[in-house]
């Protein structure tokens, strides 16, 4: 649907007007979601070569586009160019909107993501130590987007091999994320892969070789084959088939 409006607004020639413009950015999200993160970028990255030119490289649909970019770069393990990005991104629109505006949050919420997938947990966790108690302020403790950061927390902190807090984290987040979204979410399913993780480093790999293929089919089935989290899943399970009990 969303590619049928972005050819059809290009062949009535509103490809450069802000319908033209939000049907891209719609199809550009659809592709990500859908696991083409590759043909997402492609798209994103035309669309704001013409959004700047004609909105100007302020305007807060440009710098929505452009966190849409710095989150599929992210997507594509390219997690070096998507820190440049979101520390560019940041500078902006803390300037341009107030620092504790939810597009501000989310933007440093996935600063922290990529600080934890470049293996920088300690900073990660700094990150999101001082962005939770604001977020749970403007959002409230039940939001989408503080249930994300959460979990990120959970997750930096299986990194530092802190299960025992992560596990708490976790088991907390589970409920509110499947009441939310449902219990095959992707965000639910993150968190799942996230649990196994936490049976495996305190010894029960066997239960967590249980449940990891079943998750891994939700998983690709949700996201799409080639996410980043499938790729996550896949080598969690080769690790997992590698040990002992």
Do not use: M, W
């Not at 922290?112 to 977020?135: M, Q």
């Not at 070789?209 to 080598?235: C, M, N, S, W, Y």
Request: glycine residues 6%; neutral net charge; charged residues 30%.
């Amino acid at each position: 649907l969303c590619e049928r409006a972005t050819r059809l607004s290009r062949r009535q020639g509103l490809d450069a007007s802000e319908l033209g413009f939000s049907a891209r950015f719609d199809f550009a999200q659809a592709l990500r979601l859908g696991g083409r993160a590759r043909d997402a970028f492609e798209e994103v990255a035309a669309l704001l070569l013409i959004r700047e030119r004609v909105q100007g490289e302020e305007h807060p649909h440009v710098l929505t586009t452009r966190y849409l970019e710095a989150s599929i770069l992210h997507d594509l393990d390219r997690c070096d160019d998507a820190l440049a990005k979101v520390e560019a991104l940041l500078l902006v629109y803390e300037r341009v909107q107030r620092k504790e505006h939810p597009h501000v949050l989310g933007t440093r919420n996935l600063e922290a993501s990529i600080l934890h997938s470049l293996g920088r947990y300690e900073e990660a966790l700094t990150k999101v130590d001082a962005l939770l108690p604001i977020h749970e302020r403007v959002q409230g403790e039940e939001h989408p987007h503080v249930l994300e950061n959460r979990r990120l927390r959970a997750e930096i902190l299986v990194s530092l091999a802190d299960t025992h807090d992560a596990r708490t984290e976790i088991n907390a987040l589970l409920p509110l994320q499947a009441g939310q979204s449902g219990p095959d979410h992707t965000y639910s399913l993150i968190s799942e892969l996230i649990l196994l993780k936490i049976l495996a480093q305190d010894g029960r790999r066997a239960q967590a070789r249980e449940r990891i293929d079943g998750l891994v089919r939700r998983l690709t089935k949700a996201t799409g084959p080639g996410h980043r989290r499938v790729r996550q899943a896949i080598e969690f399970r080769e690790e997992l088939g590698k040990g002992g009990q």
